[in-house]
């Protein structure tokens, strides 16, 4: 059997293009005791992925040129010689972009497709569904009554910080990049309030009367100006969560953008940055409280399908151009 794998090509200057990324065949060596092959059905593609494409130093340990993509994959056990997975079980994990995978099961979990789709393990019950709930419950600590503004509020994270936001009785405000998303996050999700940043003419007086009693809660994806506009009307003791700065990750120098120091100082707030291993210890708890959600009807989801593992790439840099509402996903085979 031959197995395709997309390499890091080279590094990107700036916005990555195809050429950074390189496709090749393999051979799928045989299983050894205690290894599983799994088929992918579906690959995630995530903005922090943009992040581990430089070798600067980061949370994460960069892309090795000339190596294999690293990222969520769900999959299908298609072999086994490890009694934890049994054939035709689906699995998620850290994998690398490729067709079939090996592993020896320290770095993939079991799914039960019976509570949820599978591809779920790659958005709202697995990393970004992760990050919102712990951003949002565990720095935001929302109150009943309370303003929540998000970037990036049609995304895979924004989205299920929003409804996590409406059952906790706050009001959410959602800044995204289109009508189309705006009218998703109003009418589908029950947003109080969605502003579209490409085409209002001042999106700080739009924020100012979307949250007459100003802000108290700001989860940011994007950073920017979008950011610097939201940070004019933070409340005292405000908490701003910082989970993402999508608008800065394919800049060549830095912007420079107003300092918020004194803002903070003056407000007694929260500015705090975190990724979602920082709260690995309570992984139960949230996938626990989320599913319930989910299964309730309480948090809905979005899925933004592109069909073909010859268009992982494509996908990828649609993240940049900003063509996902919710969770940008690859299938890349059937269930």
């Not at 994959?73 to 079980?89: L, Q, W």
């Not at 320290?106 to 712990?134: C, D, K, Q, W």
């Not at 720095?139 to 059952?167: D, F, N, W």
């Amino acid at each position: 059997m031959t197995n395709r794998k997309i390499l890091l090509a080279s590094r990107p200057v700036g916005m990555p293009s195809e050429e950074n990324f390189k496709f090749i065949e393999s051979s799928i060596p045989e299983l050894e005791d205690g290894e599983v092959l799994i088929r992918t059905v579906y690959l995630s593609v995530d903005p922090y992925m943009r992040g581990r494409m430089s070798d600067a130093k980061s949370y994460a340990e960069p892309y090795k040129v000339g190596e294999p993509i690293i990222g969520g994959i769900v999959g299908k056990v298609t072999a086994s010689k490890n009694p934890r997975f049994k054939v035709n079980s689906f699995v998620e994990g850290r994998l690398e972009w490729a067709e079939y995978n090996l592993s020896d099961g320290s770095n993939i979990r079991r799914l039960n497709p019976e509570l949820a789709p599978v591809s779920t393990a790659l958005h709202v019950l697995g990393m970004p569904g992760l990050t919102a709930y712990f951003g949002l419950l565990h720095i935001g600590k929302p109150k009943e009554g309370e303003t929540v503004v998000i970037s990036g509020a049609s995304g895979a994270v924004g989205t299920i910080v929003g409804q996590i936001a409406r059952l906790k009785g706050c009001r959410v405000v959602g800044i995204a990049g289109s009508e189309e998303k705006c009218e998703f996050l109003s009418k589908e999700l029950g947003f109080d309030a969605a502003i579209n940043y490409k085409t209002t003419p001042d999106l700080f007086e739009s924020l100012k009367e979307a949250c007459p009693n100003g802000v108290d809660i700001y989860f940011d994806n994007v950073g920017g100006s979008v950011t610097d506009d939201v940070m004019k009307l933070i409340n005292f003791q405000s908490r701003t969560i910082i989970c993402g700065q999508i608008s800065q990750y394919n800049l060549e120098k830095p912007e420079m953008g107003p300092r918020v120091m004194d803002k903070l100082l003056k407000t007694s707030s929260l500015m705090k940055g975190f990724i979602v291993s920082d709260f690995a210890e309570h992984n139960k708890e949230g996938l626990t409280n989320l599913s319930k959600w989910v299964k309730e009807g309480k948090i809905t989801y979005r899925e933004n399908i592109v069909e073909g593992f010859d268009h992982t790439v494509e996908a990828f840099l649609g993240l940049f151009r900003g063509e996902n509402t919710g969770k940008q996903l690859v299938r890349v085979s059937e269930e």
